[in-house]
């Protein structure tokens, strides 16, 4: 007979460190993919677009940098226009 835990046994503390490094980098390249799609979409003309990528890096960042709210309710004012 075996005896068998509910639970999986929990990785070393290096792994878990790993693994949360590895997520945040992630997290950090989807970001700047993020302001570099909305910088391309403002170049482009697509000013709607812009905004939305602007607001989905603001999403995963956590927020949008002074400098960012201020491009970004410039290219409201644009779009407005």
């Known amino acids: 007979m075996s005896i068998s835990s509910p639970h999986p046994p929990r990785s070393a503390p290096a792994d ?10 992630v997290r ?7 302001f570099d799609r ?13 905004l939305e ?9 956590g927020g949008l940098s002074p400098e ?4 970004r309710a410039h290219l409201a004012r644009r779009l407005e226009g």
Not at 16 to 25: G, P, S, Y
Not at 28 to 34: L, T
């Open 16 to 25: 878990d460190w790993d693994a949360l490094i590895a997520r945040e980098a």
């Open 53 to 61: 990528w602007l607001d989905l890096a603001g999403e995963l960042s």
């Open 38 to 50: 909305a910088d391309a979409c403002e170049r482009a003309g697509d000013l709607q677009l812009a």
């Open 28 to 34: 950090q390249r989807e970001i700047e993919a993020a």
């Open 68 to 71: 960012c709210r201020t491009q």
